[in-house]
């Protein structure tokens, strides 16, 4: 005798009792012949209207077993006690992304990732507990639908900030190409192909159950479910991508180019927090800087170099070889990329959930969805990727409007009455010992200005000439006059 177990109950199965089979299909003909597997929430209903509140279990189970298979199955009263487990546990990173976003908060160091993570523990603990409510009564199916498709959304979202993480190393690394538009344009391309994606997988979720649909019909859905699955596959990979293109030797351009990294982190440990407005004194600070200092390329901290630097401003890229940030954002992405070729296999499997294989069990739903993602918080938590990945904000607008005003080689008469009595104190003839240092000043200022602060727009430098030389040139423009007078 084939028996099912439901609800941790034995249950007589369609071939020894035909009779819950031919029940089935039935409803199945009076809802338009749909394909045997979809519509269950129609089939419900149906039964419901029929025999009341309370179904036979042998219908139910029959009803299960002709589903199409998920990603660790239909839940049982075997799924209670691990759902209530990583319920708590996604509740406890809840708590400590957001402790660490307030503390960071009232600190002025703003990284809104972390408050991002909060709600991606807070969609996976919804998707527990909704599943812990629907292995209490399979027939609770909005409860089920729902369960599914928050169960399949963080690891998207988690795909996704593995993916900024990346940028903004790639952005370190090579500052010159991540700050062009095309690079941007790539980069939005791919959050908002992602949103599509991720639309389209709730539709995948939702359908088969809702709706009731034909042969022809179901193959185009289980096309769709494949396709969104290989998407997500390969979307875990771009993280991958950047940091395969991070390892490649910065250009000339990218060693040159002075970026803007945030100087006031001292450290990546676990309970370091940034000094109180330590950020806001940064900003405050390029009101007295050239103007193309304002402009300059946003990157994290170097971790190697990040104590070294001159105002924040600095070529510095640090050493990819002993990079914990690195480590963080490769572990998670493999880890991300092995759940989501297990859920692709049962997708392409697309077997009836009487006839799952290995990578559709409970287990491995659980590792996965539960073990691994609890793994990525801690190593975002512990491992500090609010300081890590941190980029300074963007200059306010108040700041980045201010154009710093050019000394300009036009003297006006109060500087050259000043520079005339100067010159009558100290000489005339030759330079003075202050003029040459002025110039000498002014030639190692331009020069360092010229080989450094190099942000793709160079600056304009007003020079000011030496007071002797100023002298000769009024001299000779006087016998020019007197020369010009004699003529006429």
């Known amino acids: 005798m084939e028996t099912t177990i439901l609800n941790g109950n034995t249950v007589v199965g369609d071939k020894d009792w035909p009779a819950s089979r031919g029940v089935y299909d039935l409803m199945l003909l009076l809802n338009h012949a749909m394909y045997k597997g979809t519509g269950v929430q129609l089939i419900l209903n149906m039964g419901h209207n029929l025999v009341g509140p309370h179904i036979p279990k042998s219908i139910l189970a029959y009803a299960v077993t002709v589903q199409n298979n998920l990603f660790g ?24 992304h957001l402790i660490i976003f ?13 408050l991002f993570w909060a709600f991606t523990c807070l969609v996976r603990m919804i998707s527990f507990i909704m ?14 639908v729902g369960s599914e498709v928050f169960l399949v959304l963080p690891s998207i979202l988690l795909v996704s900030t593995n993916l900024l993480l990346a ?55 289980r096309n769709l479910v494949k396709f969104t699955s290989v998407t997500i596959i390969i979307y875990t990979l771009t ?71 001159v105002e924040g401003l600095n070529n510095q890229r640090g050493d990819l070889s002993h990079n914990t940030s690195l480590f963080i954002v490769i572990i998670s992405t493999v880890l991300l990329f092995i759940c989501a070729m ?21 287990s491995a739903m659980y590792v996965c969805w539960g073990g691994f993602e609890t793994m990525i918080n801690a190593m975002y938590i512990i491992g500090r990727v609010d300081l890590r990945f941190y980029r300074p904000d963007i200059l306010p607008a108040t700041v980045r409007a201010i154009v710093t005003a050019e000394q300009s080689v036009i003297v006006s008469d109060d500087e050259e009455d000043e520079m005339y009595s100067d010159g009558e104190d100290n000489g005339e003839g030759e330079d003075t010992a202050e003029d040459k240092l002025i110039s000498n000043d002014l030639d190692n200022v331009a020069h360092s200005d010229d080989e450094a602060l190099n942000f793709g727009q160079p600056p304009v430098y007003g020079y000011i000439m030496p007071v002797s030389h100023r002298k000769d040139m009024e001299k000779s423009d006087l016998d020019n006059d007197s020369d010009d007078e004699f003529f006429f």
């Not at 192909?193 to 019909?217: C, H, K, N, Q, W």
């Open 167 to 221: 940028q903004r190393l790639f952005t370190w690394r090579h500052p010159v190409g991540g700050s062009r538009k095309l690079f941007w344009g790539i980069m939005l391309g791919l959050y908002i192909f992602v949103l599509i994606l991720t639309l389209l997988t709730i539709l995948a979720s939702v359908i088969p159950y809702e709706y009731g649909l034909d042969f022809r019909m179901y193959n185009i859905y």
């Open 102 to 114: 307030s503390l960071n908060v009232s600190r002025g160091h703003y990284f809104t990732l972390s």
């Open 239 to 309: 993280a991958s991508l950047l940091i395969g293109l991070s390892y490649w030797s910065p250009t000339k351009k990218d060693e040159n180019l002075y970026t803007y990294q945030p100087w006031w982190v001292e450290s990546f440990s676990v309970f370091y927090f940034v000094k109180k407005g330590a950020a806001r004194e940064a900003e405050e600070s390029f009101m007295r800087r050239n103007h193309n200092h304002r402009h300059a390329i946003r990157v994290i901290a170097a971790t190697h170099h990040h104590y070294n630097v």
């Open 73 to 96: 199955g239909y839940p049982t009263s075997v799924d209670i006690v691990p759902c209530g487990v990583f319920s708590g546990v996604f509740g406890t990173f809840i708590i400590l």
């Open 131 to 144: 599943r812990l409510l629907w292995a209490q009564d399979i027939q609770r199916m909005p409860t089920g």
């Open 342 to 362: 297990l859920r692709g296999i049962v997708t392409f499997q697309a077997r009836a959930s009487s006839v799952t294989g290995p990578a559709g069990q409970k």
